[in-house]
T-cell receptor, first 113, second 112 residues
Framework: DAGITQSPRYKITETGRQVTLMCHQTWSHSYMFWYRQDLGHGLRLIYYSAAADITDKGEVPDGYVVSRSKTENFPLTLESATRSQTSVYFC????????????FGPGTRLTVL | QKEVEQNSGPLSVPEGAIASLNCTYSDRGSQSFFWYRQYSGKSPELIMFIYSNGDKEDGRFTAQLNKASQYVSLLIRDSQPSDSATYLCAVNLNSGNTPLVFGKGTRLSVIA
């Protein structure tokens, strides 16, 4: 049982390119989340989804796009990557948004040159 | 602004001592509180959660919640070098079905 997987684990891209980070879960949790983690800022929520086809903005959504056509997948797209989007990205899942444990994927380290 | 505050540390304690990690939150109506541990280069993993005022113990870990003071803490007894990590406090600030808000974390260093 893989739980949560993220791909790729490492990605280097250039400014202006489109990048998609993938997140897949095998638990059928309703909620999925995307965070970025930067030194000095901690974990910041980008977007989250309560179910297929239901998404909502988090604290730092600008420059990112999400979709959730299937319960198990929650891709995060950077439509035109900028250097400020260099970060570690974590996907997480939970049964409920705020009252249940969130489980984190292994993370994707993204570098934008 | 709704916030979760933690001292960034580093907090250094000798091996075998008690490490005390603290977290304050802004919303008096918060109901759910979580402590995560994150090793360098790894993803956060749940240590424990607490919902009610008072203490909750799990092995060497004790979570303490004081809703009146809007304060939650994590005590680690008999600290080991393997406990060296960043500890994240997370709170359900709106007490509804909204995402957890994470503190920036406290870095703990246990010195052998």
């Amino acid at each position: 049982d893989a739980g949560i997987t993220q791909s790729p684990r490492y990605k280097i891209t250039e400014t202006g390119r489109q990048v998609t980070l993938m997140c897949h879960q095998t638990w059928s949790h309703s909620y999925m989340f995307w965070y970025r983690q930067d030194l000095g800022h901690g974990l910041r929520l980008i977007y989250y989804s309560a179910a297929a086809d239901i998404t909502d903005k988090g604290e730092v959504p600008d420059g990112y796009v999400v979709s959730r056509s299937k319960t198990e997948n929650f891709p995060l797209t950077l439509e035109s990557a900028t250097r400020s989007q260099t970060s570690v990205y974590f996907c997480a899942t939970s049964s409920l948004a705020g009252t249940d444990t969130q489980y984190f994927g292994p993370g994707t380290r993204l570098t934008v040159l | 602004q709704k916030e979760v505050e933690q001292n960034s540390g580093p907090l250094s304690v000798p091996e075998g001592a008690i490490a005390s990690l603290n977290c304050t939150y802004s919303d008096r109506g918060s109901q759910s509180f979580f402590w995560y541990r994150q090793y360098s280069g790894k993803s956060p993993e749940l240590i424990m959660f607490i919902y009610s005022n008072g203490d909750k113990e799990d092995g060497r870990f004790t979570a303490q919640l004081n809703k009146a003071s809007q304060y939650v803490s994590l005590l680690i007894r008999d600290s080991q070098p393997s406990d060296s990590a960043t500890y994240l406090c997370a709170v359900n600030l709106n007490s509804g079905n909204t995402p957890l808000v994470f503190g920036k974390g406290t870095r703990l260093s246990v010195i052998a």
